[in-house]
């Protein structure tokens, strides 16, 4: 395939509640809901949690080039997202059981002996941060015509999508000149992703020292490392 500088654009219809995602991620995930080259026999698939190793480094059937880095680490050329905000506030989003259905499963004299305070039945009031968003942007290496046709199968981004969140209302990928092509990790020396410590002997501009992952899953236990993060 061919890797070409290029623009990804993502304008939504709904706010973003959490953080704006990596476009690796949301691309890996991509693969793993449609098992694209077989991928879900890589891991758990959508279920893998942090309990699980990971019998993977990174998705060849993804449409973005990958970095190979001098101190032996990979990751995806795609750039941190750049959020067009306009406002931003936090909503709160309550949980609780629904004991009238538990009543037609559960005996009434069980229902009190239910945990209340951890687990399923617990309650919570939990605070998400939720921004209007003109448009989320990522610099990135990749294949455009392969980058078009799998973003047209994602609807949504970032968190409580199923309450409505993170609609997409449209993608754009436009492609860019070769004076361009390392936007997506360093751009006017302004670092546009997180990168490996040992990448630069000093900060770059815009970045701090972080303990994180370069490459999806980004919450994995086994992703972990000292990276340098844009701040």
């Known amino acids: 395939m061919t890797r070409t500088p290029c623009l990804i654009k993502a304008w939504l219809a709904s706010p973003?509640?959490?953080?704006?995602?990596?476009?690796?991620?949301?691309?890996?995930?991509?693969?793993?809901?449609?098992?694209?080259?077989?991928?879900t026999a890589l891991s758990a698939g959508r279920q893998l949690n942090s309990h699980d190793p990971l019998t993977y480094d990174m998705l060849d059937c993804v449409p973005l080039a990958q970095q190979l880095f001098a101190c032996g680490e990979k990751c995806y050329c795609v750039s941190s997202p750049i959020v067009d905000g306009v406002c931003e506030t936090t909503e709160h989003f309550v949980?609780?059981?629904?004991?009238?259905?538990?009543?037609?499963?559960?005996?009434?004299?069980?229902?009190?002996?239910?945990?209340?305070?951890?687990?399923?039945?617990?309650?919570?009031?939990?605070?998400?941060?939720?921004?209007?968003?003109?448009?989320?942007?990522?610099?990135?290496?990749?294949?455009?015509?392969?980058?078009?046709?799998?973003?047209?199968?994602?609807?949504?981004?970032?968190?409580?999508?199923?309450?409505?969140?993170?609609?997409?209302?449209?993608?754009?990928?436009?492609?860019?000149?070769?004076?361009?092509?390392?936007?997506?990790?360093?751009?006017?020396?302004v670092l546009m992703r997180p990168v490996p410590l040992d990448v630069f002997g000093e900060a770059p501009k815009g970045a701090k020292p972080y303990f994180g992952a370069i490459k999806p899953p980004y919450w994995h236990p086994m992703r972990q490392m000292e990276i340098w993060k844009p701040c």
């Open 16 to 39: 973003l509640a959490g953080e704006a995602p990596m476009l690796d991620a949301i691309l890996e995930r991509h693969a793993f809901i449609h098992n694209i080259d077989g991928c």
């Open 95 to 189: 949980r609780r059981a629904d004991y009238a259905t538990l009543k037609s499963r559960i005996k009434p004299t069980e229902i009190a002996k239910l945990r209340q305070n951890t687990g399923p039945y617990a309650p919570s009031f939990e605070p998400h941060r939720v921004r209007t968003v003109r448009a989320i942007a990522w610099y990135a290496r990749g294949d455009v015509q392969a980058l078009k046709d799998w973003l047209s199968h994602i609807g949504h981004i970032g968190g409580k999508t199923a309450a409505g969140y993170g609609v997409v209302d449209r993608w754009g990928v436009e492609e860019l000149g070769a004076s361009v092509s390392d936007a997506w990790y360093l751009h006017d020396g």
